[in-house]
């Protein structure tokens, strides 16, 4: 060793308090077993005696650090922490108000829709941990009944769907290139446009702005309105500067997105526009080597479609990070991504579905994870809201995936390795769907999830609502019903036992008298009486 024992340190027998002697044994015990002259001449003493300090001097978890405890239920996951809070009070209030439970939050959904309940001193806040039990047993949702509302308005084959969550609006558009917006709780119609000159492939949306994209590669915009309940004036308006249209791409524009400073557009002249959201300006043109079909940002990651492919570029520089060559047999049609950008998924003309996971360090890696064929026909769109992937498809039908199950089988905070390059899927590791739903007999071309209901438009002209929203309720009503059912079952059956118990005793009885007066009556009590 670099270093030797110092005469003026106490011994051991020395030190009262028992946590030095504990850190003292320890540090004996490690010394002479790192020392390769004494692995053989181990003392046997040193070690009983680490084993009785760490068995008769046991300290409680108090006495570590509040960092130290932090780190170590930052290695938890969700169902963990759950369990350390049974165990007495002082974990569950440890467990409970722990910062984690925020993290966890957020990177499945995001900040709260609204925020105006954290605050200090106010009688309804919730705490983070409150929030996520509360928003993970409402993901049950999509899993019970529903009711579907139909809405009528669009005179042909429907595009494009988007809702604005936050305002429970729906946006729709398609072939007869007028935009729609529709009340999500009445199924009403607010208003539409006049029709914009061309077929209407793409729609984004958020409380500041409403964009169209139209095939003849111009961005038809609206902005908010201050006072205005419904955000946007789709009729004409009185203010010129509420409404705006730009061009740039040379093809029709099939997809769209927004974020706080910026619109990204993407087109079938396979390039992809930045534009800056308060000048208009386009800022940087990403060059693809086939059509664009979808795209999504999250923080300074865009993730593409092109053909097969599928791209990540940095917002920032306009560089490429990775490529999934042949992602899909055909094309890739759609694309969504988790709210933190980590999980990525694709559908595709072969009717499949894949998850990829991301991670960037010095480089951006991307593995495969999972793979599902749950449709016949091309998916069409992605839409994902955490736990659930919504896919709707050419076949008519829509398709629910429940992601956690695959989550649960890799760590939390186990790396992602090993970069994927597309190929034919495995049969072998094909993941189920967890729930198909029906009603559509054509293509579907557009898919969203929010506020407990799924919205959908296809070849149909017609605008689908499954309303899940009423889930919870006719489960619990049918779980009490089924609880009054076999408490009432087994009411009657313990009276059924108790009356055939009194008819049992009233027939012992009968035959004890039936036996005695038949012995009186019969041929040897009489021959016996006459003898």
């Known amino acids: 060793m670099a270093f030797e024992c110092q005469q003026t340190v106490p011994r051991i027998e020395e030190v009262d308090n028992p946590q030095v002697i504990l850190i003292n044994n320890i540090k004996k015990f490690t010394f002479e077993s790192e020392n390769p002259k004494s692995i053989s001449k181990l003392n046997a003493k040193t070690a009983l005696s680490v084993n009785e300090s760490l068995l008769n001097n046991s300290w409680p978890i108090t006495d570590l650090p509040p960092a130290l405890i932090s780190e170590i239920l930052n290695c938890l996951d969700p169902k963990e922490l759950g369990i350390l809070s049974c165990v007495n009070t002082y974990f569950y209030r440890l467990a409970s108000e722990h910062h984690v439970w925020k993290e966890f939050y957020c990177e499945r959904w995001g900040h709260p829709i609204t925020p105006d309940n954290f605050g200090p001193g106010n009688s309804d806040e919730k705490s983070w941990k409150e929030l996520f039990v509360e928003r993970e047993f409402h993901s049950k949702?999509?899993?019970?009944?529903?009711?579907?509302?139909?809405?009528?308005?669009?005179?042909?084959?429907?595009?494009?769907?988007?809702?604005?969550?936050?305002?429970?609006?729906?946006?729709?558009?398609?072939?007869?290139?007028?935009?729609?917006?529709?009340?999500?709780?009445?199924?009403?119609?607010?208003a539409s446009s006049r029709p914009l000159g061309c077929t209407i492939r793409s729609l984004a949306a958020d409380t500041r702005l409403l964009v169209a994209g139209g095939t003849d590669g111009f961005i038809h915009g609206w902005k908010a309105e201050d006072g205005n309940a419904h955000l946007f004036d789709l009729c004409v308006p009185q203010n010129q500067n509420m409404e705006f249209r730009v061009w740039?791409?040379?093809?029709?524009?099939?997809?769209?997105?927004?974020?706080?400073?910026?619109?990204?557009?993407?087109?079938?002249?396979?390039?992809?526009?930045?534009?800056?959201?308060?000048?208009?300006?386009?800022?940087?043109?990403?060059?693809h080597n086939d059509w664009v079909w979808s795209l999504v940002p999250n923080d300074t990651l865009l993730m593409s479609t092109a053909g097969s492919d599928v791209h990540l570029w940095d917002i920032t520089s306009g560089t490429t990070l990775a490529v999934i060559n042949r992602a899909h047999v055909g094309n890739?049609?759609?694309?969504?991504?988790?709210?933190?950008?980590?999980?990525?998924?694709?559908?595709?003309?072969?009717?499949?579905?894949?998850?990829?996971?991301?991670?960037?360090?010095?480089?951006?890696?991307?593995?495969?994870?999972?793979?599902?064929?749950?449709?016949?026909?091309?998916?069409?769109?992605?839409?994902?809201?955490?736990?659930?992937?919504?896919?709707?498809?050419?076949?008519?039908?829509?398709?629910?995936?429940?992601?956690?199950?695959?989550?649960?089988?890799?760590?939390?905070?186990?790396?992602?390795?090993?970069?994927?390059?597309?190929?034919?899927?495995?049969?072998?590791?094909?993941?189920?769907?967890?729930?198909?739903?029906?009603?559509?007999?054509?293509?579907?071309?557009?898919?969203?999830?929010g506020c407990d209901r799924i919205v959908c438009g296809g070849e149909e002209g017609i605008v689908r609502i499954w309303n899940f929203s009423q889930a919870l309720e006719i489960e619990q009503r049918v779980r009490t019903?089924?609880?009054?059912?076999?408490?009432?079952?087994?009411?009657?059956?313990?009276?059924?036992?108790?009356?055939?118990?009194?008819?049992?005793?009233?027939?012992?009885?009968?035959?004890?008298?039936?036996?005695?007066?038949?012995?009186?009556?019969?041929?040897h009590y009489k021959h016996k009486c006459k003898t």
């Open 141 to 190: 949702t999509f899993m019970g009944r529903f009711s579907i509302d139909t809405l009528y308005g669009h005179t042909e084959a429907i595009r494009a769907v988007f809702v604005l969550a936050s305002k429970k609006i729906v946006f729709t558009s398609g072939y007869d290139q007028i935009v729609r917006m529709w009340d999500m709780e009445e199924g009403l119609s607010i």
């Open 248 to 287: 740039e791409h040379d093809g029709p524009i099939t997809c769209l997105a927004l974020d706080f400073g910026k619109i990204y557009s993407g087109s079938w002249d396979m390039t992809i526009c930045i534009w800056d959201r308060s000048t208009l300006k386009c800022l940087k043109v990403l060059v």
């Open 481 to 523: 019903l089924r609880g009054i059912r076999l408490e009432n079952r087994m009411r009657r059956r313990k009276i059924q036992i108790s009356s055939k118990g009194s008819q049992s005793e009233q027939c012992l009885v009968a035959a004890r008298n039936n036996q005695t007066n038949g012995d009186r009556n019969g041929w």
């Open 332 to 449: 890739t049609y759609s694309l969504t991504c988790s709210h933190t950008g980590k999980l990525l998924f694709t559908g595709g003309e072969d009717g499949s579905i894949h998850m990829f996971g991301i991670a960037r360090n010095a480089k951006c890696n991307v593995r495969k994870i999972a793979t599902w064929i749950p449709h016949t026909g091309s998916v069409y769109s992605l839409a994902f809201e955490f736990p659930w992937l919504v896919s709707a498809s050419s076949d008519g039908k829509i398709s629910l995936i429940d992601v956690r199950k695959l989550l649960k089988k890799t760590s939390r905070h186990s790396p992602i390795q090993n970069s994927f390059e597309g190929d034919h899927m495995d049969q072998k590791h094909v993941e189920p769907p967890q729930r198909m739903l029906h009603g559509f007999g054509r293509n579907l071309f557009s898919v969203c999830i």
